[in-house]
């Protein structure tokens, strides 16, 4: 699944290309992808101006001039295509401005499309309930202090909990935790001071490392101008199982189960 640094990496690109433009046409080739697509999306989004775009946590956001807000999440494999050459059965949403078209491909379907009020967005009820975002002001030492006190459940599920903080996926949890020289599997609330002072930062570094590589080259994501991501090859922790710990502290990578997920930590630097 696409994560932070990709989708703000397709939000950039995006914004390249249809930031204050007129949507002349839209077309949808299928009803829905996970979920129907808004009855009223075409009427709305037709002959509106595209004021501004923008992420909340692993969503991307089309600001209209209407008022309304169209929010696509991509799902497991969706992505955009901008003036792709050859159609794919895949483009399930279609958008064209007077220079450009956009083509929302999506194999899997499992991304989704929703159009809510501006005004009310901070109230919809997938954006409601979540944390603050990692690269924001709001990602504080003093919010994590507050937000694990007293949890015995493990440092890296916490860090998942899109409660506490908003967009962040196993990956960069993983290579956050690395840097922080954190074991995932430390008990939340025991996570000292010290170490949440170095946490922090280390989180805002990796997501800034891979937005500027322009995101991971994992499963089908790619950015909209069909260029991959090349941040994967410099994975600290992830992926590294049987492997030296890159410290070269004699540690080597190990992989254990949480959650239902994998994770990679150095038995030796992490504590």
Known sequence: MPELPEVETTVRGLAAFL?????????????????PFPADLVQVMTGARVSALSRRAKYGLMHLDRGATMIFHLGMSGRWRIDPVVPDTHDHLLLETARHRFALCDPRRFGSVDLVGTDALDSWPRFAALGPEPLGPGLSVAHLK????????????????????????????????????????????????????????????VLEASIRD??????????????????????????????????????????????????????????
């Open 146 to 205: 507050t937000a694990l006190k007293g949890k015995t459940q493990s440092i890296k599920l916490c860090l998942l909990d899109q409660r506490i903080v908003a967009g962040l996926g196993n990956i960069y949890v993983c290579e956050a935790l690395w840097r922080a020289g954190i074991r995932p599997t430390k008990p939340a609330g025991k996570v000292t001071g010290s170490q949440l002072a170095r946490l922090v930062p280390a989180i805002v570094a």
């Open 19 to 35: 930031e204050g433009e007129r949507i002349t046409r839209v077309t949808l080739n299928r009803p829905d992808l996970r979920r």
């Open 214 to 271: 322009g995101g991971s080259t994992l499963r089908d994501f790619a950015r909209p101008d069909g260029e991959l991501g090349y941040f994967a090859s410099s994975f600290d922790a992830y992926g590294r199982e049987g492997k030296a710990c890159r410290r070269d502290d004699g540690g080597v990578i190990r992989k254990i189960a949480q959650g239902g997920r994998s994770s990679w930590f150095c038995p030796v630097c992490q504590s």
